[in-house]
Each structure stands twice: as C-alpha cells, then as structure tokens.
C-alpha cells in the first residue's frame, strides 16, 4: 500500500540526498549498509532500554536509505545483481533488529509475556512472507500480494510505537503488534495458497509431458 507513495519521496523529498551522494562518489551498496548498521543500532540500543521514542527517531533518521539507495542505482544506470541480493538480505537484518529490539523491551522494562510472543510472532511471520515471495520467484512462480508488505509493517509499528511512548498510551503498539501478527499470517497463507494452485497447473502440465524448463 505505502509503496505507492515511493516515487514522491524518491523523486522530491530525498532527491537532494542522491545527488550529493553521487557525487561524494558513494555507492549505492555503501547507503544501504550504513542504513542497516543505523537501524540496528537504533532498535537494539534504545528498545530494550525502554527508550521508545528515541529509538523510533534514530531509526527513521537512517530507515530512507532503502529508498536513497535504489534512486541512486537508476540515476547511475547501475543493474547490479549483486546489489538486489545485497539489499534484500540487509533488509532482512533490519526487519529483524527492530521487531527482536521490542522483543527484547518486553522481556525487560516492558514486562509482557503475552507480547513477547506477539512481538516474535511478528518477526518470524514477516521473514517466511519475504522468504516466500523469494522462493516463488526463483522457481519461476508469482507470490506478491496479501496484507502486509515490508514497508506496511516498518511504518506502522514505527509510527504506532513512537506515538504510544510520546502520548503515554501504549495500546497503539498493542493493538498495532495484534494487526500485524494477523495480517502477516494472512499474507503468508496468500502467498502459499497462490504458490500452491500455480504449481499444480504447471505440475499437471509435467505430468502431461511437457519436459521442464531448463536450468
């Protein structure tokens, strides 16, 4: 849903940051390590100290860099296989810091069992939806779709979670934690649905004869 609005923050709001990087001659792999490595430390320094809010802030100072660094690879014409493993893997470390940081909190100063696990649930449910989509792919099939996309996840419970710290009301990343352990379910039981029919189709079509793609 909020990738729609990709274009407007690449083309307008951080535009001025590709440019300048370009020509300090940093590479678009250098952006997106330095914005993995900013999220980390953000989500595992200032979450499990119950640190919310600056947690929250830290994080959204260096989280852009996943928009800063694919600009930078078209305006340079730069397709770079490397740079899509690259980035998707770093991505994967990201997701993880910040949904195991609030893990970490309510095994601290949050004090809650019950969104301990909710919290978990959401960090491995949201790894099997990339993970899927993944997998599809590189066997030929289609896996997009569902309810809860990366950026879906990361801006919700950022929002959610900086404004229960700043207004005292810690029921927005309750109930955010909630939407998401459901719709990340959901999305996961989509994407292995949708796998599951193209499969038989073109199982069935093996089956009938027809000799399998090559490798």
């Known amino acids: 849903m909020l990738d729609r609005f990709k274009d407007f923050w690449q083309g307008v709001v951080l535009m001025p940051f590709v440019k300048l990087f370009i020509k300090l001659g940093i590479s678009p792999d250098a952006v997106t390590l330095v914005g993995t490595l900013g999220v980390c430390v953000g989500a595992l320094a200032f979450f499990p100290r119950g640190e919310l809010l600056y947690g929250v802030l830290f994080i959204t100072a260096f989280v852009f860099s996943d928009l800063i660094d694919g600009k930078m690879a078209r305006v340079l014409e730069r397709k770079s296989r490397f740079g899509a493993f690259w980035d998707s893997t770093l991505d994967r470390i990201g997701?993880?810091?910040?949904?195991?940081?609030?893990?970490?909190?309510?095994?601290?100063?949050?004090?809650?069992?019950?969104?301990?696990?909710?919290?978990?649930?959401?960090?491995?449910?949201?790894?099997?939806?990339?993970?899927?989509?993944?997998?599809?792919?590189?066997?030929?099939?289609?896996?997009?779709?569902g309810l809860a996309e990366r950026a879906d996840r990361l801006v919700s419970i950022l929002v959610m979670t900086g404004l229960g710290d700043l207004f005292d009301l810690p029921i927005l990343m309750f109930v955010t934690l909630w939407a998401l352990a459901a719709a990340s379910a959901y999305t996961v039981v989509f994407r292995v649905l949708k796998v599951y029919r193209q499969a038989a189709v073109l199982d069935g079509t093996l089956d009938a004869g027809e000799k399998p793609p090559a490798a």
């Open 95 to 145: 997701d993880g810091a910040i949904f195991g940081g609030l893990a970490l909190y309510f095994a601290g100063p949050g004090d809650s069992y019950l969104y301990l696990c909710v919290t978990l649930w959401c960090l491995v449910m949201g790894s099997v939806t990339s993970y899927a989509r993944a997998r599809a792919e590189s066997l030929q099939m289609d896996a997009k779709g």
